[in-house]
């Protein structure tokens, strides 16, 4: 070192003026590879960051997907279950007109039985008199 030399050489001034500026080279040297490693951190922490927030964004969109998946399902089965009860009740209603169109069936054949009973009694009963 340049300094170095100098003492030696009793040349204090310069050798002072040496070692300054060999310490002000260092410390802009140490300066700029600071600044370099503060960059590379910063570029570091803000990939981190992203691919954090790219992570968060990805679950929340695997967690609407799911949501609407199971509203599609539930809408289906929703769906499924009124169609379902519609013809229930369709069958149910046809089963229960049937129903009392037999009943008036039968209702008309008991009447015509009874009809006839009363004729026949009331000719057996002019008969009688």
């Known amino acids: 070192m340049l300094y170095l ?3 030696e050489s009793s040349g204090f001034k310069g050798a002072l003026a040496s070692m300054e500026q060999f ?24 990939t981190v960051k992203k691919q954090a927030k790219i992570e968060v964004l990805n679950k929340a969109h695997q967690v609407d997907q799911w949501k609407l998946t199971g509203l599609i399902i539930s809408s289906i089965a929703l769906v499924g279950f009124l169609f379902f009860q519609f013809q229930k009740r369709k069958k149910d209603k046809l089963i ?4 009392k169109e037999i009943e008036y069936e039968k209702r008309k054949v008991v009447e015509k039985e009874l009809e006839f ?3 026949e009694l009331t000719s057996k009963v002019l008969q009688l008199a």
């Open 117 to 119: 009973k009363q004729k």
């Open 5 to 7: 030399a100098q003492k």
């Open 96 to 99: 229960f007109v049937q129903e």
């Open 23 to 46: 310490s002000s080279l260092e410390d802009s040297t140490l300066s700029i590879e600071k600044t370099k490693i503060i960059a590379e951190m910063d570029a570091k922490f803000k």
